[in-house]
């Protein structure tokens, strides 16, 4: 592949820097080209000090007449300088940065930016960014990349890294057959690789968006057909025939399946009894109870002397299922053994499981993508399913079918795909959908509010708490950030704390090591923990039924699925649940999207007012969180996009079904590379 060479080859990025990035994922100048930016800024014109926005991001133009001084205060170092002009006093605020006193020497004349609040010592700017005043000219009127930050690595050393890397980069050849590109309207490869980064402005970047969107689903599109096995009526080495341990536990169960759930189920048994290899995709709504269907299915493989593995996207969830697994089949006494697989066991751990799992003392094995790696050898798998997960469901038969023969495949997930979608995606999958609640279910009560109300919410959920119950507080980052206003779980913690002494509250997120998310989530389940702070991490599967508040912090940054998913943590139970989402926004409007989450719980309908919401081509809007992870094209407001290359793709394989034409070398080598990143990111 181009562009391999390691980012430090690039000026300036040195050991540190380049570590840095490898924690966001980008090892060389082409995972750098591909980190695309989360938003634009578009910089103005400084004003004046007199017309700046209390709340706003505003630039404005400084020079210094004296030099700025620094302070300390018990561990908080301090830098602050005051700019005058004719219409006003600025006071200028760095924290943690004593170095900046030296460049901020009198008579020095710099462009401010940041955002503005007007404190008890009058108008203030924070952290502001500085740059020379001739730099700051020509960022004016262009857009300017936001990219995803981590500490250390900010943005401004993120955007340079990435001017060098496009001056530095070989070009690559376009893939894209002459003729889709024509037919399409589509932006050559190169030049939409630097426009998504730097655009000039919103045509240039929707240009090149709409190229790098239109690869993004064709090469998955492509890879789901090469790796797909005509599956239809492929005969199954593993029939199963008996069902009275599965049945027994059916009726056991403590409360009856409802009547999708029964009909998902009968459909699953009939596939694993057929002498057919089982491909079936099962739907369901946040909390319609896709688990047990997994569960009953992973104990009819078992009875019938197979193997079968569940596969989930985070270690957390995996913990959870092994958890109610081993629980269920012990209170139900059932002599099945289930074993547990995920990246952050020991290596001990790890070969006792594998062991297990060799020697068929392991009936059930649980986990994440650890449990596909070469070194887990199974004695006869023969069902795999993947909860909350579709991408690996493609891409990992080809994995698993190595391993003996091919087993049956279930995929779970409570994304709600339209099902003209579903069939494009997923098209050699068979689909069963779960279209109904539990009905001990309450519906969840909503509230969308400002930050005003917080020490109301706080309230409510000591009130909760004094009840029994818990709660979780999402924050939308982990840490304290220069650039990105937004709650974050650390600080936020601090603040709980204080709120609600007697009550315990412990945080949660994806930074933490596998161990300390595991402890922290079982003593949550387990409720010795009662309020829980956490990023998204939480957002898929994970179930906790007496947890009845869930209260969303920046919720107007959030995509409505995910919104949705989050919401689904709680309403999981007999108890009424509540949703708290805090629009701090500031701008007192109505937040259209927060209102269709507001008045509805049903997933269908929340995905089809998102697309009407956002309408093909609203890009800024914040990105569906879903199974298909794709870094800029979205499922939904990319619909008609994913239609017409479903359409190319179809097309293209019917005139060159294995690629060989001399036109498509170049789709070909493509291809691999996508196929072969693909499996990397599937080992890990
Ligand atoms: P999801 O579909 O989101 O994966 P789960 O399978 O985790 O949902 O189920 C959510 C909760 O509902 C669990 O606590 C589960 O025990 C419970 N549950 C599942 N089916 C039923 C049912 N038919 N009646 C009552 N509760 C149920
Ligand atoms: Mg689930």
């Known amino acids: 592949m181009e562009n391999r060479q390691s980012l430090e080859t690039l000026k300036g990025i040195g050991e540190k820097t380049a570590k840095l990035f490898e924690k966001v994922g980008v090892k060389t100048i082409d995972d750098l080209l591909h980190y695309y930016p989360r938003a634009y800024d578009t910089f103005e014109e400084p004003k004046a000090i007199g017309e700046l926005l209390d709340g706003a991001v505003e630039a404005v133009d400084g020079y210094l007449k004296s030099g700025a001084a620094g302070r300390n205060f018990g561990g908080l170092s301090l830098v602050t300088v005051t700019i005058n002009d004719m219409t006003g006093k600025l006071k200028l605020v760095w924290y943690h940065m004593p170095y900046l006193k030296n460049t901020l020497r009198p008579d020095s004349h710099y462009i401010f930016r940041g955002r503005v609040s007007r404190k008890k010592s009058g108008l203030t700017m924070e952290q502001p960014q500085m740059y020379k005043p001739e730099v700051y000219e020509t960022f004016l009127k262009r857009m300017q990349p936001v990219y995803a930050q981590t500490k250390g690595l900010g943005n401004k050393t993120i955007a340079s890294a990435m001017e060098q890397a496009l001056s530095v980069r070989v070009m690559e050849k376009d893939y894209l057959p002459a003729g889709l590109r024509k037919a399409n309207e589509l932006a050559e490869y190169n030049f939409a690789i630097e426009h998504i980064h730097f655009p000039k402005d919103s045509t240039d970047l929707l240009f090149a968006r709409k190229r790098l969107v239109y690869d993004e689903f064709f090469l998955f599109l492509l890879a789901v057909r090469r790796l797909k096995e005509k599956r239809q009526d492929i005969k199954s080495s593993y029939v199963m025939e008996k069902d009275s341990l599965a049945r027994k536990l059916e009726k056991e169960l403590p409360y009856a399946l409802t009547k999708a759930q029964k009909r998902t189920l009968e459909e699953v048994f009939l596939d694993l009894k057929s002498g057919k290899v089982m ?406």
Request: glycine content about 8%; aromatic content about 6%; overall charge negative.
């Open 279 to 684: 491909n079936r995709l099962v739907q369901g709504d946040v909390g319609s109870g896709k688990t047990v269907i997994a569960l009953l299915a992973l104990l009819l493989a078992a009875e019938n002397g197979y193997q079968g593995a569940l596969m989930v996207p985070t270690e957390v969830l995996a913990r959870q299922h092994y958890e109610s697994v081993t629980k269920l089949f012990s209170s139900h006494g059932i002599l099945k053994t289930a074993v547990l697989v995920t990246g952050s066991m020991t290596a001990k751990e790890k070969r006792l499981s594998y062991e297990k799992i060799s020697s068929h003392e392991a009936d059930i094995v649980i986990g994440t993508h650890a449990l596909i790696q070469e070194k887990v050898v199974y004695d006869n798998l023969a069902l795999v399913i993947t909860d909350e997960q579709h991408r690996f469901g493609v891409a990992q038969r080809e994995m698993l079918g190595n391993k003996g023969a091919l087993p049956h495949v279930l995929v779970m997930s409570a994304t709600p795909i339209p099902r003209t979608l579903a069939i494009i995606l997923y098209g050699d999958l068979d689909i069963s959908v779960i279209d109904e609640l539990p009905s001990n279910r309450l519906p969840i009560k909503n509230c969308v509010v400002d930050t005003g109300y917080r020490e109301r919410a706080y309230r409510f959920i000591a009130g909760e708490v004094a009840k029994g119950r818990q709660a979780y507080v999402i924050c939308p980052m982990v840490e304290d950030s220069e650039m990105i206003e937004g709650e974050n779980v650390l600080d936020y913690t601090k603040v709980l704390r204080e709120k609600l002494p007697g009550i315990r509250v412990e945080y949660l997120h994806g930074k933490m090591k596998g161990k300390e998310k595991n402890a922290i989530m079982e003593e949550f389940a387990a409720g010795a923990i009662q309020v829980l702070v956490s990023t998204t991490v939480i957002e898929v599967g994970v179930n906790v039924p007496n947890a009845t508040v869930m209260m969303i912090e920046n919720a107007e940054r959030f995509g409505l699925a995910q919104l949705h998913q989050l919401r689904g943590r709680v309403g999981r139970g007999k108890e009424q649940s509540y949703c708290i989402m805090v629009n701090a926004s500031g701008d007192g409007e109505k937040n259209a999207r927060l209102e269709v989450l507001n008045k509805s719980n049903d997933g269908f309908f929340i995905a089809s007012e998102d697309l009407r919401l956002r309408g093909p081509g609203d890009i800024f809007g914040l990105r569906q969180s879903g199974d298909l992870e794709f870094k800029l094209a979205d499922i939904y407001t990319d619909a008609i996009t994913l239609k017409k290359v479903s359409e190319d793709v179809n097309t293209l394989l019917k005139q060159d079904e294995n690629l060989l034409l001399p036109e498509h070398a170049e789709l070909r080598k493509k291809l691999d590379q996508y196929l072969e990143t693909s499996y990397e990111k599937l080992s890990l």
